[in-house]
């Protein structure tokens, strides 16, 4: 038998998931499935009870508010997110992870919420949201919790999910600067249905005099969790880009990471890709934002 599940329940609204998570605190939501069942296939774990999220519709649409902030539900599937145009216009480096993602049959199932919660390094969300400093936003029955997502990682596989939450929103603020540009860049061994060795996600703001005002750079399976590369922001902040910086991005993007050996790549080999796809992904979001070198 793959799975031992104790109970299905299904609630209609959010309010009622939530009360069921109060009673039945060891109870895990799921949406998609993509990572929830697989997990439990390896785990077998005995009389589960499975919260199912697909009702929901408060975890749903994606909206630009007033302030510019773009709100993604977290049952959007990686489909939603490749045909929204809001995510394309605000946030294309989100579009192309989403694209990036598994092969159609993985998109139209896996949520955002699911890949986030799920807490793999290799999540390819993960970059994007992370240079874009999303925050979350949880809900229990004892109220709402706003988490920023650089402090939601914990380890391998692990995240500050609390007992009875339910990740509800993913808010990503606006760029104040006067133009924007992002990347996200997926390295792998093959170009379909692979996890990525190194993923790259850069995001621009340029000022009117080509000066960097804003920028984040995050890197997937650099290190035990999602990482943003602050010495490289930091570097950067400020200035015009030139060919010479971009030496300088890829060496500090490396500084802070951590690779490690794997059957799937070795540690030299991921530490080159990383001071490459630095490179790359900062120089496009800066040309995109209209900086040039």
């Known amino acids: 038998m793959l799975y031992s599940v104790k109970e299905l329940y299904r609630p209609e609204t959010l309010e009622d998931a939530l009360r069921y998570l109060a009673e039945y605190p060891d109870a895990r939501p799921i949406a998609g499935g993509t990572d929830v069942l697989v997990s439990m296939r390896k785990k077998k774990p005995e009389d589960v009870r499975l919260v199912g999220l697909q009702n929901l519709q408060e975890l749903r649409g994606i909206r630009r508010r007033e302030d510019g902030v773009v709100e993604i539900g977290a049952y959007n599937t990686f489909t939603d997110l490749a045909n929204c145009p809001i995510i394309a216009e605000s946030v294309p480096m989100l579009r192309t992870a989403a694209l990036a993602m598994g092969g159609p049959q993985i998109q139209n199932a896996a949520t955002i919420g699911g890949n986030v919660c799920n807490g793999a390094t290799s999540a ?170």
């Open 124 to 293: 390819d969300s993960a970059p994007a949201l992370f240079a874009r400093d999303a925050v979350l936003v949880l809900r229990s029955a004892q109220g709402e919790r706003r988490v920023p997502i650089t402090e939601f990682y914990d380890g391998p596989g692990r995240v500050k999910r609390q007992s009875g939450e339910i990740l509800v929103t993913i808010e990503l603020p606006p760029c104040q600067a006067d133009s924007y540009g992002d990347c996200y860049i997926k390295f792998s061994t093959r170009k379909a249905m692979d996890l990525a060795l190194i993923g790259c996600a850069a995001a621009c703001g340029v000022a009117k005099d080509g000066t960097i005002a804003q920028v984040g750079i995050a890197l997937g399976v650099a290190a035990p969790t999602p990482i943003r590369a602050a010495e490289a922001e930091a570097f950067l902040k400020g200035k015009r880009l030139t060919e010479d910086m971009l030496e300088q991005v890829g060496e500090l993007a490396l500084a802070t990471a951590k690779p490690r050996d794997s059957w799937r790549a070795s540690k030299a080999y991921r530490e080159q890709i990383i001071k490459t796809l630095a490179r790359r992904a900062v120089r496009a979001a800066y040309e995109m934002a209209g900086g040039a070198l």
